[in-house]
């Protein structure tokens, strides 16, 4: 699914207890991702879970030929249910 969160659109999935989440920058052109945008997704999504008071137990980067191209991000409460209501159209 595609989330908008701080002007920042990018692709999430999430476990059925919503507690572990994969951020993924959307690629642009041949390129494809680059870090700085699979940090601003992983960024957000752990912002979003700072307002929801749910800690970060464990920050996983997601690299494909030395580069991170997204985050695999596990909480102590369910934030993907709030990502959800801020999903746009694909």
């Not at 690299?63 to 991170?68: D, E, S």
Request: proline residues 0%; aromatic residues 8%.
């Amino acid at each position: 699914m595609r989330v908008k969160l701080n002007d920042v659109i990018f692709k999430v999935a999430g476990t059925a207890d919503g507690r572990i989440i994969l951020a993924m920058a959307e690629g642009r052109g041949v390129s494809g991702a680059t870090q700085y945008e699979a940090e601003q997704a992983g960024g957000a999504v752990e912002a979003t879970a700072a307002s929801l008071g749910a800690k970060t137990l464990k920050l996983e980067g997601l690299a494909f030929g030395g580069a991170i191209f997204g985050y695999i991000l596990h909480f102590d409460k369910d934030v993907y249910t709030t990502l959800k209501k801020s999903s746009v159209e694909e």
